[in-house]
C-alpha cells in the first residue's frame, strides 16, 4: 500500500453481481473496513440473489442495501486492485486505465451448483460453502494480492 493511511480501493467482480462479488464486497466492508474501500460489479448486472443476502445475513452480515452493478458503472472510478472471482468475468473484464492490477481468484458458483438442489436447505448448502470460503480469502487481504 503506497501510504499507511490510505485504503485500498478494491473492485470485486463476478459475472453478474449476483452472489460471489457482493459476498466479497460485503466481507471486506464487514473485516477489512480499516483498510480496504470495497466495491463490486460483474460483466452485466443481473440483481442481487437473495439466497446471497439470506446465508450472508445468517453470518451476520448485511448486504440487503448492496446492489447489483455492470462494471461499466465504475469505469470512472480509481482504483487500486480489480479481483475477479470467477473465470468468465476474467475473461470479459475490459480494461482498466491507470495503475490498477487486475488479479483472478476463482471460486465456484453457488447458483449453478445449486441448480439441480431439491429443495432450499440443499441449494443453500452451496451459497454457505462458497460464502465461507470468500470470508476465508477476504481474511487474508489485502496481503495476498502483494
Known amino acids: 500500500m503506497p501510504e499507511s493511511s490510505k485504503k485500498l480501493k478494491i473492485l470485486f467482480v463476478c ?3 449476483a452472489c460471489r462479488s ?3 464486497e460485503g466481507w471486506a466492508r ?3 473496513a480499516d ?3 470495497p466495491y463490486s460489479a460483474g460483466v452485466f448486472a443481473a440483481g442481487l440473489s ?3 443476502v439470506k446465508v450472508m445475513a445468517e453470518a451476520g452480515v448485511d448486504i440487503s442495501g448492496q446492489w447489483s452493478k455492470a462494471v461499466d458503472e465504475l469505469k470512472d472510478t480509481e482504483l487500486d486492485y480489480v479481483v475477479t472471482l470467477c473465470s468468465h468475468a ?3 473484464l ?3 486505465p491507470g495503475r490498477t492490477e487486475v488479479v483472478h481468484f476463482p471460486f465456484d458458483d453457488p447458483p449453478s451448483l445449486a441448480a439441480y438442489a431439491v429443495t432450499e436447505t440443499e441449494a443453500l448448502v452451496h451459497y454457505r460453502r462458497v460464502r465461507d470460503e470468500i470470508r476465508r480469502f477476504v481474511e487474508r487481504l489485502p496481503e495476498v494480492l502483494f
Open 15 to 17: 459475472t453478474a453481481n
Open 90 to 92: 476474467h475473461r470479459l
Open 35 to 37: 483498510v480496504i474501500e
Open 50 to 52: 437473495g439466497k446471497t
Open 30 to 32: 464487514h473485516l477489512r
Open 94 to 96: 475490459p480494461p482498466f
Open 22 to 24: 457482493q459476498m466479497a
